[in-house]
Every structure is written in structure tokens, then in C-alpha cells.
DNA sequence: ACCATTATTTTTAGTAATTCAAAATAACTG
DNA sequence: CAGTTATTTTGAATTACTAAAAATAATGGT
């Protein structure tokens, strides 16, 4: 079985060294804030940081070479939404597959659980020779309160 | 003295008219040149207008402002994929909604027709209180030719 | 066909997201 | 605790795309 860590950051310390990557308070400051703040970008997160003076020396470039590390090694996921507003985001949840939700005109996104819960959850129609991977799913919506701004400024 | 078919040229001017936009011969040869390559950047398209020297003076941003607006009027459809070093690309095949597998390796893209056909073709398992818009699903993959290339990387 | 109007293209700059490389710093090892 | 070297910081570059003003050309009326 496996032990319950203490605390969180001994949880990710010991992922990190798992991977023989070292445990810094950067990399385990950023852990901390992208688990309470799923689907964060590059730059949330790099605000999160210096906002609470969790690391207030923290750079973007930092922030960009944590979440690409920390991506490499499985402990957190990267998701490319569609959009120009196009920015990567990052969450803890790993290893389940699971789909997105996105608002297109305020840019909120929710989870969506995969029916299957492992990669690939859909079978393309003709795969022209390739070997499947992945099925990627992103559902495109409007939120409930986008509608309604949206349904004033028709009014108008 | 028309370089280009009569018949494909009449049929895109018509498209513009109807729609109020001009017919400009970087437009036309924009939709020439995109519906014989499907799923072209921005960059790939600029390119191609320029080798065959079908509009030698035309520049870069004419042709974002070209794929905006024939995207906004629905001549073309605009593809997001996955991978940071990912341009938006364009195809003339709209209003099927079909989908794309990729290759996660060299990039290479081909159509998977939609089992549906129309969006929304997958429904998520909890929508948040959001109205739905579209199901976005993009194969990833490795093509045949990755696939071997990889081989002997992992062989050496 | 000619001209006026104005959409479109071109020219010139600027922005946002991300990457790269060298120098400074700080984790791990013994 | 000191040495080694991974990581962060600093500073600059790249890519994809957008913005605004000036030049050009497509349409409509004569
Ligand atoms: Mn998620
Ligand atoms: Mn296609
Ligand atoms: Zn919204
Ligand atoms: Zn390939």
C-alpha cells in the first residue's frame, strides 16, 4: 500500500524525486498553486506566485520552465485550448483522461470525466496509417452568465 | 485571359459577392491555393501565393486578414491544434464538421469524416450550466513514416 | 470608359506567448 | 561544510498574430 504523505509538499517532493528532478520551493510553490487553481496559465500562475509572496523573486521564465519540467515528467498535464486568446494551461490532474468544457467568449473551463478514464477514449473513422494515441476532446459552450450578457447586448 | 478555371474562380466570386465582400484576386487566389493544400498556415499559404507567383506583391498580414475574414463569412473553417508550435490552419471544407487526426511528430494532418456530421456530434457527461456549442475532437497520432524514424532513433 | 467612393491591401509597428543562452544562485552529495 | 551542477534569474530572440495609417484597386454611377 502506499503511505499517506504528511503533507502535501512531502507528496510532491517525493514525486519529484522520483524523477530525479531537485525539490525546489519554486517548483513545489507552483505545484501548490496550479492544484488549487486548475487550468492556469503560464502567467496565472507566475501572478499567483508574487501575489501571496509565496516566491516573490519568481520570473515567467521560471514559471515556463517549471510547468514544462513538471509536464515531461507526468506530474501535471499541459491542455491547448482553441482560441487566439491561446495560452497553455496546466493542471494536477493526471493520468485519467478526462475532457474540457470551455466557454468561448469569457474562456472558463470545467472538467469533463472521460466515459472510458484512458487514452484513447474515441476511435477515429480511418486512421489513414497512423498509430492512435489520443483522442482529444474539447467541448465548446457558452456559460450561463456570458448568455445573459450576451442576451442584454442583443437587446440593445 | 484567365489563368485560373473560369469555373472554380466564378464559384468563389460568387461566394464573396453574396457575402458583400469584393472580389480580389488575392482572394481568390488565397481560396485556390488553400483548397489544393487543406489544413495551411497562415505562413504556408503566404508562401504558396508567392513560389507560384500568382500574387507576388502580397504580404503575410493580408493574408491573416484574408483567412479572418473568409473564416467570419464561413468560406473557410479554422483548425486549432494541439503543440505549442502550432499555427492556425485553414481548410474550404466547412459545414460537415468533421474532425482531424495528427501527426504528434512531424505535424502531418488528415480529415476523419464526423460520424454525425453535424455539431454537437459527442455530448459531454456534465455540461456546468453551459449551452453546448460544439464537440471538438482531434485525433493525435504517429504517422507510418514517424513511426520507422522513431525505430532507429531508439535502436542507435 | 471615367471617375468617385471606400473596401482592401500594403507598409510600418506593436503585442502576447514562449523559447534560448549566459550568469548567478541554491540543491544535493560526500 | 564545500564542491558540483541543476535550477533560477537576467536579458534577448522568436513566432504567430494584431493594429493603424497610407497606398491601391474593386465596385457603382455617370
Ligand atoms: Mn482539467
Ligand atoms: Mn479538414
Ligand atoms: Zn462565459
Ligand atoms: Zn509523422
Redesign the pocket.
Known sequence: MTPEPASSTDYWSTR??EQG???????LAALEVIDHHPHS???EIYRLLKRAQR?P??????V???V??LTAIGLLRRIDLPG?????RYETRVGDNHHHIECVRCGRVEDVDCARGEAPCLLPSDTHGMTLLEAQVTYLAVCHECELTLRKETHA
Chains 1, 2 share one sequence.
Open positions: 519529484l524525486r528532478l531537485r525539490v525546489t520551493h519554486q517548483r496559465s503560464a502567467e516566491v523573486t519568481v520570473t515567467l521564465q521560471t515556463h520552465g517549471i514544462n519540467d487566439k486568446d491561446s495560452a497553455a
